[in-house]
C-alpha cells in the first residue's frame, strides 16, 4: 500500500498534472472533465502503465507471490497497450515524475535513464548503439524536451534543461541548456530556454 501511495501521490500525480494542466476538481475544471481526461487520454495511459510496471516490481520485493501476480498484469496490460497506441518503454527505464508523450505513435525507450519533467513526441527512440559494440543507454537530464523523430543512441548523457529538434540523431553527450539540431546533432545555441516548450511543471 505505501508504494502505491507513494507511486499515486508521486511520480503519476506529476505525470496526470503535466498532461492535465494544474487544473484538477476545484481548480478550473469540472470532476467528470477531469475523470474523463485520465480515462480517455491515450498517452496518459502509456505512462500510467510503465508507472504500474514500476509499482509492480517494488511489490515483488516485498511480498513475491503479490508482486508477481501485478508483473503478469502489467506485461498483459502493457502487450494490449503496445499494439494499439504503438509506444514501448522498457520496464527497465528509470523516469522521474513528470513524463509527457504529446504524440504516442512510433515512441520506444529502451531502459534509459530520464530525468523530471521530460517531454517526448511521436517517432523518438532511446535505445543501444549496437553497430559499435556500446551497448549502454542514454542518461538524460531534467526538463529536457525532444522533438518528434528524435533517435537518441549509446550511452551518452544529455544535460539539463536541453532541447533537441525534430528528426535530430545523437550519439555524443550534449551539456545542459543547449539546443541541438541535425544529423548528426549539432549545439545550435549554448544557452537556450526551453520552458515556453516545457508546458506546466508542478510545484513551480
Not at 527497465?92 to 513526441?121: D, E, F, K, S, Y
Not at 551497448?135 to 533537441?164: E, F, R, Y
Amino acid at each position: 500500500m505505501h508504494s502505491w501511495v507513494r507511486l499515486t501521490g508521486g511520480a503519476l500525480a506529476s505525470d496526470r498534472a503535466r498532461a492535465f494542466g494544474a487544473a484538477g476538481p476545484g481548480g478550473g475544471r469540472s470532476v467528470w472533465e477531469w475523470w474523463r481526461l485520465q480515462i480517455f487520454d491515450p498517452e496518459f495511459h502509456c505512462v500510467a502503465i510503465y508507472r504500474l510496471g514500476q509499482f509492480a516490481r517494488e511489490v515483488r520485493a516485498r511480498n513475491r507471490t503479490l508482486g508477481t501476480l501485478l508483473i503478469i498484469l502489467h506485461r498483459v496490460v502493457n502487450r494490449f497497450m503496445t499494439q494499439i497506441h504503438h509506444t514501448e518503454i522498457s520496464p527497465q527505464a528509470r523516469i522521474g515524475p513528470g513524463l509527457r508523450l504529446m504524440h504516442r505513435h512510433g515512441v520506444l525507450i529502451g531502459p534509459a535513464t530520464i530525468g523530471r519533467n521530460c517531454v517526448l513526441h511521436h517517432g523518438v527512440t532511446i535505445g543501444e548503439r549496437v553497430a559499435k559494440g556500446d551497448h549502454g543507454v542514454a542518461s538524460i537530464g531534467n526538463n529536457v524536451w525532444i522533438g518528434p523523430g528524435v533517435i537518441i543512441t549509446g550511452a551518452v548523457h544529455i544535460g539539463d534543461g536541453v532541447t533537441i529538434s525534430a528528426g535530430s540523431v545523437l550519439s555524443k553527450d550534449i551539456p545542459d541548456r543547449c539546443l541541438v539540431a541535425g544529423n548528426p546533432a549539432r549545439i545550435l545555441n549554448a544557452d537556450h530556454d526551453n520552458t515556453d516548450l516545457l508546458g506546466f511543471l508542478p510545484g513551480t
